[in-house]
């Protein structure tokens, strides 16, 4: 393991005023999220829709540090025939790749879920590599239900599954971005997010270390601390940032470079102001940014609606996300410069 170019990778991932673009939905869920659009779902109309995010070139250079792909956009060549790959590494941003292969029923553990893939991981590593893949990423899923839920048994096996796949992409020179999602599903308050994402994080570590997971070669992606969507009690800006850098500083240590926030649901300005304030809490021992799916893609999705004549629209939609979360990882962001766009 050259840990050195590990750490070089993981810190250009979360790089002052860059973050992630997470546009690696399976063909599943990108399918349910054109449909929703009236946009029909086939492997040209993806890659027509990716190959206008990654042509953004304002958005790609100057606030985006990485993109992570799915197996068939990795694969993928632009209309004019450039792989899209080299179409992220033109723009000065990495590629990456997610690797779990989603999840499936938890034996014994009804309404939880483990995140498959390890069997013949280190053989698609290596030829991810070759296609260009700087870093990976694995999701492990944590649903907060009523009365046991999650289990220690759910808890426990996703961490160990992420430990294990993140060694892996160490062994094979690629970073891993481990992210154990605890879902804003659901109507529990912001303690038992606290306490759940808590609980989560502290046998994440240990199954990292058991692992031997060198931390500065490793980006963590957790979720923010919020009350479940259908929590009747709301939580203030302040009061998400306040309690999500508790459990941060409480679970992660100091040699981690970056923290990727996912979106996990919030809306696109939540998340961003969310973002904010957590950078404006003073000097933090890890670099704080963002790897969104959704708060990046939901506003230059809807505008393109698959039409070619959005297409410009569309990227200036992205370019304003972009820099929104962008000047949110400096916490230099304003609610202000949300109006102006509109
Ligand atoms: P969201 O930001 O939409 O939660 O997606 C991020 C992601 O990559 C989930 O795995």
């Not at 040699?255 to 973002?275: K, M, R, Y």
């Not at 962008?326 to 916490?331: I, Y």
Request: charge should be neutral.
């Amino acid at each position: 393991m050259n840990l050195a170019e590990l750490n070089k990778v993981a810190a250009a991932m979360v790089a002052p005023g860059r973050g992630i673009l997470a546009a690696d939905e399976s063909t599943g869920t990108i399918t349910k999220r054109f449909d929703a659009l009236g946009v029909q779902s086939t492997t040209d109309s993806r890659r027509d829709y990716r190959e206008m995010l990654f042509r953004t070139t304002d958005a790609m250079s100057k606030y985006i540090s990485g993109v992570i792909l799915y197996d068939e956009t990795i694969r993928q060549n632009a209309k004019d025939g450039t792989p899209l790959v080299k179409l992220i590494e033109k723009a000065g941003a990495l590629p990456g790749i997610k690797v779990d292969k989603g999840t499936k029923p938890l034996p014994f553990c009804p309404g939880e879920v483990v995140t498959e893939g390890l069997d013949g991981l280190r053989e698609r590593l290596v030829e991810y590599r070759s296609l260009g893949a700087k870093f990976a990423k694995w999701r492990a899923v944590i649903d907060i239900g009523a009365g046991a839920i999650p289990s220690y048994t759910c808890i426990r096996t996703n961490a160990h599954a992420l430990a294990r796949y993140a060694a892996l992409c160490q062994d094979e020179g690629i970073v891993p971005i481990v992210e154990p999602e605890v879902l804003m599903d659901g109507d529990h308050d912001i303690d038992r997010c606290y306490q759940t994402t808590e609980l989560m994080l502290k046998i994440q570590f240990e199954e990292l270390y058991f692992q031997r997971v060198a931390l500065e070669g490793m980006v963590l992606k957790p979720n923010m601390v919020v009350p479940g969507k259908k929590s009747p009690k709301r939580a203030s800006v302040e009061e998400v940032a306040e309690k999500t850098l508790r459990v941060l500083k409480a679970c992660v240590p100091a040699a981690v470079p970056g923290i990727a926030f996912l979106s996990g649901g919030q809306s696109d300005e939540e998340a961003t102001a969310h973002l904010d304030a957590i950078n404006r809490m003073g000097e933090l021992p890890w670099r704080v940014s963002f790897s969104y799916g959704r708060a990046l893609q939901h506003a230059p999705q809807k505008t393109w609606s698959g039409k070619a004549e959005n297409v410009a629209a569309a990227q200036r939609a992205f370019s304003h996300r972009a820099m929104m979360n962008g000047l949110a990882t400096l916490g230099q962001w304003k609610a202000d410069l949300e109006r102006k766009a509109a």
